[in-house]
């Protein structure tokens, strides 16, 4: 069956450090992959997409990697800052080419000062 | 700006009363999504309208029901809640592009049920 894995223990880092969360999948050959930040009480806000052709996509502080061969993507945020505290989920298309996409449970940053 | 708006924000329903739970958006996106969401869990989509045909996932129980009257407005009607349906409910849309489906989320109906 399909699967979509993030880490469900919270990542703890100090202000200044780079955090990293990781997004494993099985059972999928996605077209592209997503992240998306959600705060508490919110819904989720769409932060950055990766094709499956890309290896690489950097935005502001923001970098996310897509190896679909280890069927894995790495997201990064430098220089955190506390406002950066959130849960962080990815997202994969169903199936190839699908617009339909499935989420996963996300994992929570905290970011301490 | 635009936006996608869920009305209301809290919802309290005793068991079995039913509810509604609205959703607008500006975008003038074509597809609607309604997704489900427990607390540390993923969203889990319910259903779905892409235009106006509606595309309901075979898991979604029967309890659950919803409308699309217009491009900019859809419902989601939870016929008789039960206590296992308390949950933040959240409305989505995109506009579908080759290669890419980007959605726009609102801010969440939290439902609970008494």
């Known amino acids: 069956s399909q699967k979509i894995e993030q880490n469900s223990e919270a990542l703890n880092i100090q202000e200044g450090k780079t955090a990293t969360l990781t997004c494993n999948y099985t059972n999928y050959s996605p077209a592209y992959l997503q992240w998306y930040r959600q705060d508490p009480g919110r819904g989720p806000v769409f932060l950055l997409l990766i094709r499956e052709n890309e290896k690489e996509k950097r935005k502001e502080r923001l970098k996310v990697t897509f190896d679909t061969t280890l069927k894995q993507s790495l997201f990064h945020i430098t220089a955190s800052q506390p406002a950066d505290s959130a849960t962080y989920l990815c997202?994969?298309?169903?199936?190839?080419?699908?617009?339909?996409?499935?989420f996963g449970r996300g994992t929570s940053l905290i970011v301490h000062p | 700006d635009a936006m996608v708006i869920q009305n209301p924000r809290y919802q309290v329903t005793q068991f079995g009363k039913p509810v509604t739970l609205s959703c607008s958006q500006t975008l003038n996106h074509n597809v609607m999504y309604w997704y489900q969401q427990k607390s540390s869990q993923a969203p889990k989509l319910l259903f779905h309208y892409y235009d106006k045909d509606f595309n309901n996932e075979a898991d979604t129980p029967d309890n659950f029901q919803s409308r699309r009257p217009n491009t900019s407005f859809c419902f989601l009607d939870i016929r008789s809640p039960g206590l296992g349906d308390a949950a933040m409910y959240l409305c989505a849309t995109s506009r579908v592009a080759p290669g890419a489906n980007v959605l726009t989320f609102g801010a969440g109906s939290r439902l609970t049920v008494l």
């Open positions: 997202a994969l298309d169903r199936t190839g080419g699908s617009y339909i996409p499935t």
